[in-house]
């Protein structure tokens, strides 16, 4: 994969990564400090294309480590298909705006709680991005072209873009 490739401007990069996030359930969330990380599913809401949402329970180690204060934080995702990798940095805090959870509970979040969205144990955590680094790829065939096209004429392969958020 080409670094530092510009046919982009970055507002087309910060486009692209969120279009591409939104198709992505889960990663790797954990807090600096640790390196604990474990798979979280983020929600992303239209309002703020700086932060993602979790649903987690009174208890977790996330939930526990930022019951004291917002914490340095990391979340990794991997699209399956290979079109979007990414590293995002930022600050991972409890919230309790109730508004926000009404927007993002779910039928798959209810499953993790016995009394639903009024289970006492359900936590809001609030994850602010400061920073990412983020690989986007044609992924499938288009990866298998510019493999072999790489091949027969002897040039790198156009693997994609790596940009910074």
């Known amino acids: ?64 480590a930022v019951s004291r204060g917002a914490q340095d934080a990391m979340h990794l995702v991997a699209e399956g298909s290979g079109k979007l990798y990414a590293r995002l940095e930022g600050r991972l805090e409890l919230s309790n705006d109730q508004a926000k959870l009404d927007e993002i509970w779910s039928q798959v979040s209810a499953s993790w709680f016995e009394e639903g969205r009024d289970d006492p144990d359900v936590r809001l955590l609030k994850f602010t991005i400061s920073s ?11 990866f298998l072209y510019e493999v072999a096209k790489a091949r027969v004429t002897g040039a790198k392969p156009d693997m994609g873009e790596h940009f910074e958020l």
């Open 132 to 142: 990412g680094e983020v690989w986007t790829t044609t992924g499938g065939l288009g």
């Open 1 to 64: 994969m080409a670094d530092d490739k510009t046919t982009q401007s970055p507002a087309q990069h910060r486009a692209t990564f969120w279009t591409r996030l939104k198709g992505i359930n889960a990663g790797m969330l954990g807090l600096r400090s640790d390196q604990h990380f474990q798979p979280m599913s983020h929600q992303i809401t239209e309002d703020d294309d700086r932060a993602l949402w979790f649903i987690t329970a009174q208890g977790t180690h996330l939930a526990e």
